[in-house]
């Protein structure tokens, strides 16, 4: 608003008008009285004869996801993902997904909006999350909202802010590490910065390049003396495996009616090294930074871009050494449209233009902020949903850690309470995945990160997702997230809306005392009993004074097991679930299985 503005805020709900007057900066804010659970509502901003009006507004429960890539992993691509994404008919149930930006400053917006659950909008939503909402909503009959704030192979320390990263010593590394980036950043955000970038190459390719002179990404530019070659175009293919330069590739697709004037996303593979791409003549992506060679192109295409019939796909590729060209690597290349795709193999048409050699020295990357600088992440991606009113907070995150799992034992409890701290309530619920079996490279590391994700239930008002028995030992992301997400929801349940009778987690440790030459682990959550399927309990191992460990029988004896080797007299011991990859068979009454423990 302008400085000193009156800014009228109304509500069709039947809350009284608040007035307020904007401060020097423009900036207001208004409190107005909510309403109950439901909706649809509307609320209107007036000010200086202007108005701004939303309509088809809920009042209900908002659930913030964050993470790395298992909590980011679209419902279209989890297990039974296409038939959840037809039947996510769910106008309940809304998502919000902030834009993957790191910044080195706090940042206090984003572009970005809700959207309501449908079939058209729910397959790139985390699935843990839908899955996880659907559930409360079910059990609760109230809106859902879900904030998706993640981003895949990303760290721990990126997503703790950066007072929390001033209260340790040990954090002294990471917060120099984010002075330097803002000291060579100019003060300037991620986004400025790539701004600059790009505008500074395409002012050099339109200044160098034929193509872009002659507009050959235009809709009717002539391709009568353009070669042709199949897709994926390879350099190789087209004589021109020892060419450094611009390269410009066109298809033509042709799409039925009912793609016509749609939102649609076009996969194209990744493109060695650079690339700028249109549809029917517009600019749909851009990759203009080195060392992205290996980088899927996935675009998207705005409504109102494709037509029925005649579509021309164009890429200009910038190599600048080496081979270039487009590879697939087994991906189906395509437009994507309502969940139908439309290949784009086949005749596509090239021509070179513009060689490195008679190109200017290229301009070089912002190499400031990214998504492992420390704090960025929360800076680029909490900050501006700082305030937004939260039931709580859901996490999946923790395979990056897996070297650091020591570091991790203080770390998480740190991003905890920073996130808590951001919304002024450190009793707000942080409810998290632990990690599940994966052989990693290097090994048998991931079980300490898992203990750690256990031992930090100490921090009050949390609750863990195990996953021992639904992952896939060869597959970091294993896509049954389903069950994920409805385990989540089982602590909510009971401890948000008070549902009885829900048992929220399988067998916890609790406790050992030795028993003569064996070892007696009690345990919490053992609702219904313990249980072991398909024969004795399973992983344990066990050690005496010597710490050398071996493998352990185990019995279960009421709520508790009884574990021995007849070689190890005196044990003083034991772990349970002790590999990278392991997938116990113990489990309680509820059929929730065992985390993994050393005591």
């Given amino acids: ?62 659930w913030l996801c964050g993470g790395q890539s298992n909590m980011q992993w679209g419902l279209r691509s989890s297990r039974d993902g296409t038939a959840a994404v037809q039947a996510a008919n769910h106008p309940q149930l809304r998502f919000f997904h902030v834009p993957m930006a790191p910044s080195a400053i706090p940042v206090e917006s984003v572009d970005a909006g809700w959207k309501v659950c449908s079939p058209e909008t729910a397959g790139g939503f985390s699935a843990v999350g839908f899955f996880f909402a659907r559930k409360i909503q079910a059990e609760t009959g109230l809106p859902v ?28 590394p990471l917060v120099d590490a984010l002075k330097l980036v803002r000291e060579t950043s ?16 395409m002012e050099l390719l339109s200044a160098a390049d034929p193509g872009f002179k002659a507009g050959w990404a235009k809709l009717d530019t002539d391709t009568s003396e353009w070669k042709t070659t199949e897709g994926p175009v390879d350099f190789a293919r087209i004589g021109a495996e020892t060419f450094d330069g611009v390269v410009w590739c066109r298809k033509i697709i042709v799409l039925p009616p009912e793609a016509a004037g749609k939102n649609a996303r076009l996969h194209a593979g990744s493109i060695d090294d650079r690339d700028i791409t249109w549809v029917n003549g517009l600019e749909v992506g ?86 492992g600088t420390p704090a960025a992440l929360f800076m680029g991606m909490i900050q501006p949903v700082v305030g937004y009113p939260l039931r709580g907070f859901l996490w999946y995150q923790g395979e990056s850690n897996v070297g650091n799992w020591d570091e991790y034992a203080r770390r998480f409890p740190d991003l905890i309470q920073s996130w808590r701290n951001a919304w002024n309530n ?135 097991l009884r574990v021995y080797n007849p070689e190890i007299a005196a044990p003083v011991a034991v772990r349970f ?13 509820a059929g929730l299985p065992a985390s993994p423990f050393r005591t």
């Fill in 426 to 560: 450190t009793d707000l619920p942080f409810y998290f995945v632990q990690i599940s079996p994966y052989h990693y490279k290097g090994g048998n590391k991931s079980q300490f990160l898992r203990d750690v994700q256990r031992q930090s239930l100490s921090v009050p008002n949390t609750g863990m997702a195990v996953t021992t028995d639904i992952g896939d030992p060869k597959d970091i992301h294993p896509t049954n997230k389903l069950d994920v997400g409805e385990r989540l929801a089982r602590w909510a349940l009971r401890d948000q809306y008070g549902k009885a009778g829900i048992v929220v987690s399988g067998p916890l440790y609790d406790s050992m005392r030795v028993e003569g030459g064996a070892v007696r682990i009690s345990f919490k959550h053992t609702d219904g009993g313990l249980t072991a399927r398909g024969g004795p309990p399973t992983h344990f191992t066990i050690a005496g004074r010597d710490r050398v460990f071996k493998p352990a029988e185990a019995a279960i004896d009421g709520d508790t």
């Fill in 145 to 172: 909202g879900l904030i998706g704030s993640y981003w895949g192979g990303t760290r721990v320390e990126p997503w703790i802010d950066e007072s929390t990263l001033l209260k340790r010593a040990e954090y002294t």
């Fill in 286 to 371: 851009a990759t203009l930074s080195d060392g992205k060679w290996d980088q899927k192109r996935n675009y998207p295409i705005p409504e109102g871009v494709l037509k029925p019939g005649t579509n021309v796909v164009v890429h200009l590729i910038l190599d600048t050494t080496g081979q270039g060209g487009v590879n697939w690597n087994g991906l189906q290349a395509r437009i994507e449209c309502d969940g139908k795709p439309y290949p784009l193999a086949g005749e596509w048409k090239v021509r070179t233009g513009v060689p490195m050699s008679a190109l200017p020295e290229l301009p070089t990357a912002p190499a400031g902020v990214n998504n």
């Fill in 186 to 201: 100019d003060g300037k955000t991620t986004a400025e910065l790539n701004a600059e970038h790009r505008r500074h190459m």
């Fill in 577 to 589: 679930g002790w590999t990278d990859d392991a997938e116990p068979n113990l489990f309680n009454g």
């Fill in 1 to 62: 608003a302008d400085p000193g503005a009156t800014v009228t805020v109304s509500a069709s709900w039947g809350a009284a008008p608040v007035a307020v007057t904007a401060g020097a900066d423009g900036r207001w804010a208004a409190m107005v009285k909510a309403p109950g659970p439901g909706g649809p509502h509307s609320l209107a901003v007036e000010s200086g004869g202007q108005k701004v009006e939303s309509t088809d507004l809920l009042s209900g429960e908002v």
